[in-house]
């Protein structure tokens, strides 16, 4: 059975940084794209970063690009998300997902798992 750990969150001031994990197990890591989303109280959950299956360029949302960073490590099974700069309006739930989708997947349909998310505060 698929399982995805999301770790890493916590209460940050405007303009730092956190790094969230997603530690993935049951299933061969290079057979899905992996994903972040985030969703804000009252807000639908939305595409933040993806690694695609080929492992080509990653993929980010236009609010996060420039100050997020994803990456995977196949031999610890792993994505990250680097996030910097960050801004009050990131404050959200992060969820790590994997998707079985050739090409880039960026809407929740297209991911069949995923973690129970990791709550990201960013204080002014």
């Known amino acids: 059975q698929v399982q995805l750990v999301e770790s890493g969150g916590g209460l940050v001031q405007a303009g730092g940084s956190l790094r969230l994990s997603c530690a993935a197990s049951?299933?061969?890591?290079?057979?899905?794209?992996l994903g972040w989303f985030r969703q804000a109280p009252g807000k639908e959950r939305e595409f933040v970063a993806v690694?695609?299956?080929?492992?080509?360029?990653?993929y980010y949302a236009d609010s996060v690009k420039g100050r997020c960073t994803i990456s995977r490590d196949s031999a610890k099974n792993t994505v990250y998300l680097q996030m910097n700069s960050l801004k009050v309006e990131d404050t959200a739930v992060y969820y790590c997902?994997?998707?079985?989708?050739?090409?880039?997947?960026?809407?929740?349909?297209?991911?069949?798992?995923w973690g129970q998310g990791t709550q990201v505060t960013v204080s002014s």
């Open positions: 049951g299933y061969t890591f290079r057979m899905y794209a």
């Open positions: 690694v695609t299956r080929n492992g080509g360029n990653p």
């Open positions: 997902a994997a998707s079985q989708w050739f090409g880039v997947p960026r809407e929740t349909n297209e991911y069949k798992y």
